[in-house]
């Protein structure tokens, strides 16, 4: 199976390994399309990127409601609620992407913008929960696909009243992890069914405080494929986020 949610170093590019995925990138459309977004704005940036995406979907028989998670990359994560505008028009409520939005300045593109898409042609059951949290945003917590769940990157969120876990770092990815829990036993997996976990930090020395809270909850932390990536800011003050993939029990 392949990971949901990729990196700028780990973008795959679909080989026809699998006919019912599909895996590009903002660059690669505009590259594609020969399409200089640099003198928009963010929205209309936004807006032009989904539109390339539904020309380039249609041309390989994907629709854009395939699509079922994106990496969005921005320089100003401020202007957050604008990209959030423009996938309410084109996503549907209840069936929105999973997610992880990130600040990172230094993108590859000219645009203020870089989005990263996975899409699958087939059923996904998409997994919204306000139980659980409150998704603050047009993007879903999980989603299932075949026998396999892949998730929105969780925050240190309390479940109880939304509140963010501040000042304690191993407090916060406990929270993260328990967020995570509860998600997965929700969709039908565990924390032990995950094979894929991406951890998201703003200062990547603290990442042995991580792999030590994860080793209380995770016994099979050495078969799991991990990695993480070092980011500037996130939509909220907060250090850390995690996201999975897990096999369904």
Known sequence: MMDTLRTKENQPVNNGADDNYLFFSSLELIDYFVN????????????????????????????????????????????????DEVFSLYFKEGNYPI????????????????????????????????????SEGPFSQGVIIENYYHGSAIQPFSSLDQRLIEGDFKQAVRQCLENLKNTLESAGSSLNQIYSFMVYLKDLNALPEVEEIVGQYISNQSEILQDAIKIEQFKGNHNIEIACSAYLC
């Open 36 to 83: 200089n977004l640099a003198d928009k704005d963010i929205r209309t940036q936004t807006k032009r990127i989904l539109e390339m995406a539904r020309v380039f979907m249609r041309k390989k028989d994907f629709k854009l409601e395939d699509i079922y998670s994106v990496l969005i990359m921005v320089k100003n994560i401020g202007l957050g609620s604008q990209i």
């Open 99 to 134: 997610r992880v939005f990130i600040q990172i300045a230094d993108l590859e593109s000219t645009a203020d913008v870089e989005l990263e898409f996975s899409a699958y042609r087939g059923q996904k059951k998409y997994i919204n929960n306000g139980k659980l949290f409150l």
